[in-house]
Structures are given as C-alpha cells and as structure tokens.
C-alpha cells in the first residue's frame, strides 16, 4: 500500500496479487512494483521467512473490476517459477523500471507453464543508492534540449558560487522532463557532486516530510525496515534524531 498497489483476493492459501497502475493509472508502476518487491522480500527475510514474487506488466482488460491480460498471467508464472527469496521480473517490467535497479538476467531459459521456454527473464538483486529512486530514464542517446540543459548549468554554476538557485521544469507529458533532469543529475555526478532526488507520492499527502525521508533512506540505503542503532553508530552523534526518522522502531505504538 504504501507504494500505491492494490490488492487483489488471496491467492490460495498463501499468496497474494497485487496491482499498481490499476484501478488509477501512473507514469511511474512498474518503479512502485519493483520497490514494494523489494522491500516485501527485504522486510520477511529480516524475520526468516522466504517469498516467491514475480514481476509482470502490460495492458490489460477489466471486466467487473477484474483486470486480465498477458502481465497478470506472466507475473503469476514467474512467482510460481522463482526460488524461495527470489524476485523474477519479466522483460516488459524491466524496460520500464529506469536504471534505479539492480536486474541480473538469469542464467539459461526458464520453463514456465503456458510459456514453455523462456527467455529473457531477469532477477532483483536490489536497489542502487545512487540512482534514480522513480519514474523511467530510458537508455539511448539524449538529443536536443541544448538550451535547456545550459540553463541548468548556468544555475548551477551560479549556486556553486553561493547564491540560491532553483529551476522549474514544466510541460505536456511524454516530452521528456524526466530525461531532461536525469541527464543533468548525471553530468554532476560525473563531476563527482552528489545528487538526491526527492519526489512526491499522491499517496502520502498527510506526511509533509515522507517525500524528503524516502529520499534519505534510498540515498543511505537505510530502508524503511533499517535499524537506527546502526545508523548511529556510522554517523556523527548529532544525526541521532535523524537516525530515528529514517529508520523508525518497530515497536512503536499507534496512537
């Protein structure tokens, strides 16, 4: 849930199928699955437990509320064909998952029924603490928006030389923003100048600090489900309290 996925039934005595574009649809799915994966088979390992989780996407038909297509039944090959602990991601997830990912192909072609042989299947192994924490930088080479990145640049400069600056980067979906700032945080990290990427989720609009938090985990890889001692100890003591924010206590009660 905190990653914007909705629940399907029980699958069986002890599984479950989850959805994230659906019933809402957003830019940035695939990137929410692969997340909430990742920290589902993090989060029960900690507890010495082991879950199969496969990854999948596509379009799909809903019919009563009920979505079907070629993702949902991938995604449920691929669980049933992962070992314990392991996160299959079929191709289509991959391509839309940006460079945030660590994915290692499998080795060989897997035998998935209704598929046959398939290949092509790649495995989560975890989350880079550099890279892009959201929404899809895709490969290839960048053209254009020349002017654009000299505006950057030129503030950029002019914050190095310590006087305040901030950009705005607005327009009509699908004509590259998101390329346009990943392409500009990746010529300072070239410069060796360190990047934090913050984003908002629709999902956390009650917790004014939860966008500046989930940055910090990812760029500490701390985890939502990290232990505060172990960040105390790493860090100057006066990041106790900070410590605490990016890595909360387990006990901690509702009220």
Not at 97 to 109: P, V
Not at 202 to 224: E, K, N, Q
Request: charged fraction near 20%.
């Amino acid at each position: 849930h905190p990653f914007g996925g909705v629940l399907d039934d029980p699958q069986g005595d002890d599984g479950l199928m989850a959805y994230f574009g659906f019933p809402y649809a957003v830019e940035d799915a695939a990137t929410c699955a692969l997340t909430a994966a990742w920290q589902l088979s993090r989060g029960l390992a900690e507890q010495g437990l082991s879950v199969r989780i496969g990854v999948a996407s596509g379009q799909v038909a809903v019919n009563a509320q009920q979505p079907f297509g070629e993702g949902v039944h991938l995604a449920a090959r691929l669980r049933a064909a992962a070992e314990p602990g392991q996160i299959l991601v079929a191709p289509s997830t991959r391509e839309r998952g940006g460079a945030a990912f660590r994915l290692e192909r499998c080795g060989g072609a897997l035998k998935l029924k209704d598929y046959g042989t398939l290949e092509g299947i790649f495995r989560l192994d975890g989350i880079h603490a550099d890279g892009p924490g959201h929404g899809l930088h895709p490969a290839g080479s960048f053209v254009g928006r020349q002017r654009e990145l000299s505006l950057l640049r030129e503030a950029w400069t002019t914050a190095c030389r310590g006087q305040l600056q901030w950009c705005v980067v607005q327009g009509e979906a699908g004509i590259g923003k998101s390329r346009l700032l990943h392409e500009f945080a990746s010529e300072l990290r070239e410069q060796r100048s360190r990047c934090v990427e913050i984003t908002g989720h629709a999902h956390a609009g009650t917790s004014p600090f939860a966008a500046v938090v989930d940055s910090l985990r990812r760029y500490w890889t701390a985890g939502s489900s990290g232990d505060a001692a172990g960040l105390i100890s790493a860090e100057p003591q006066d990041l106790d309290e900070l410590a605490r924010i990016l890595a909360p206590q387990r006990d901690r009660k509702s009220t």
